[in-house]
Nanobody, 124 residues
Framework: QVQLVESGGGLVQAGDSLRLSCAAS????????MAWFRQALGKEREWVAG????????DYPDSVKGRFTISRDNAKNTVYLQMNSLKPDDTAVYYC?????????????????WGQGTQVTVSS
């Protein structure tokens, strides 16, 4: 059984940084694209970062481009999300997801496994 466990969330002030981690067990992440999503209270879940299996290709929506950086350490079976210059609008539960046969980063139906999420709260 594959498990993705996110950690690193918390309460920070606007302008601060956080690094989220997503540790996987039950499957080697190496062959798979990985992504981070977030869901704010009362809003739909949205994609915020994606990384190819080898870490060479990354992509972000405009809302976080230049502030968020996704990375992975396949030896540790872990994916990271470095978040800088955080804003109150970044407040959400953040989820990592394992992609399988992705045709688009925001194609949520193409992700095979999801973590349970970690809360990020940014105060103004």
């Amino acid at each position: 059984q594959v498990q993705l466990v996110e950690s690193g969330g918390g309460l920070v002030q606007a302008g601060d940084s956080l690094r989220l981690s997503c540790a996987a067990s039950g499957r080697d992440l190496t062959p798979y694209a990985m992504a981070w999503f977030r869901q704010a209270l009362g809003k739909e879940r949205e994609w915020v970062a994606g990384i190819s299996w080898n870490g060479i290709n990354t992509d972000y929506p405009d809302s976080v481009k230049g502030r968020f950086t996704i990375s992975r350490d396949n030896a540790k079976n872990t994916v990271y999300l470095q978040m800088n210059s955080l804003k109150p609008d970044d407040t959400a539960v953040y989820y990592c997801a394992l992609g399988n046969g992705l045709k688009g980063w925001d194609h949520q139906w193409e992700y095979e496994f999801w973590g349970q999420g970690t809360q990020v709260t940014v105060s103004s």
